[in-house]
């Protein structure tokens, strides 16, 4: 059997039943990867022993990783530093992928060696139910820091890419317990170009009260607020992106700020307001 220099990294909590489907996508992979490594955030359902019945059932070399209940960028961060291998491929324990996604996206890096970053399309279902992307949501190839600003624009569970851009980029952001992602893919392509594999081979399963954008629903304009002035403030972006993440910054705090006043919340509102304002003399 052929396995790649895949790892293959999956943070989980309470989703035992998804996650046995999630890790059954990756067994059944065209092109096997050699490591998986599963961070349990804490679970408090059967996980743990799930899981221990698994590494007795698979032939891929299987790390399990248990923490308390820190978030998807801590455990994210936890398998980075663990895996051994030189790609790294990212799975979300409620999504699942088409057997030939490792395959693929393994033979781009092959082909294209100057690339750092893959992404693939998706299949997306809402409670089983086939739904269909926006123009805005389908994913680019190529440059995409423009399309990154204005939403989370790479699906976490479409990605593969060479564990050495950690160096150059930075692990996920600690600090963030939602939108972790959004605040990555903006270090990322304002560096390197993404190539899109551009073909649905991962699902993504959504419509679920546990899923975290569902819980921080509330904050997460905010938080977006925050990875775009970290970037700005970072000092990194060229004249061309600077002046594409400071209209964003903009818009986002504008509609934000206004959306404050409007519920009520006007010391908020008032602060975010003035925030862009402020931003309009840098």
């Known amino acids: 059997m052929k396995f790649s220099p895949v790892s293959v990294i999956i943070p989980t909590y309470n989703r035992q039943e998804l996650l046995k489907r999630a890790l059954i996508s990756v067994k059944r992979q065209t092109l096997k990867c ?31 990783v248990r923490q308390s209940n820190q978030g998807p960028a801590v455990a994210r ?43 693939t399309k998706e299949k997306w279902l809402r409670r089983g139910v086939h739904l269909n992307q926006k123009k805005k949501h389908i994913p680019r190839h190529g440059d995409i820091f423009d399309h990154c600003l204005q939403l989370c624009g790479v699906g976490m569970s479409t990605v593969m890419l060479k564990k050495n851009l950690f160096k150059k980029i930075g692990l996920f952001d600690e600090t963030l317990h939602c939108c972790e992602d959004y605040d990555f893919w903006l270090r990322v392509s304002s560096r ?3 190539y899109l594999v551009n073909e649905p081979l991962t699902v993504k399963e959504g419509g679920r009260d546990d899923q975290i954008s569902s819980l921080h629903r509330m904050g997460m304009d905010r938080l977006r607020i925050y990875a775009l002035k970290k970037i700005i403030d970072s000092k990194t972006l060229n004249d061309k992106q600077c002046l594409l993440a400071l209209d ?8 934000f700020g206004n959306g404050c006043l409007k519920h009520g919340r006007q010391a908020t509102g008032k602060y975010y307001l003035a925030l862009a304002e402020s931003y309009k003399q840098t």
């Not at 996980?47 to 698979?58: A, G, K």
């Not at 964003?248 to 509609?255: A, M, N, S």
């Open 192 to 194: 390197f170009p993404f």
């Open 248 to 255: 964003e910054f903009e818009r986002k705090c504008t509609i």
């Open 34 to 64: 050699s490591e998986i490594i599963v961070i349990d955030d804490g679970s408090t359902d059967n996980t743990v022993d799930f899981l221990n019945e698994f590494s007795r059932t698979t032939e891929i070399d299987f790390k399990m």
């Open 77 to 119: 961060n936890h398998g980075i530093k663990c895996a051994k291998n030189e790609y790294i491929a990212f799975l979300d324990s409620d999504d699942h992928w088409h057997k030939r996604k490792i395959e693929r996206q393994y033979e781009i890096f092959i082909e294209n060696p100057e690339y750092m970053i893959s992404h």
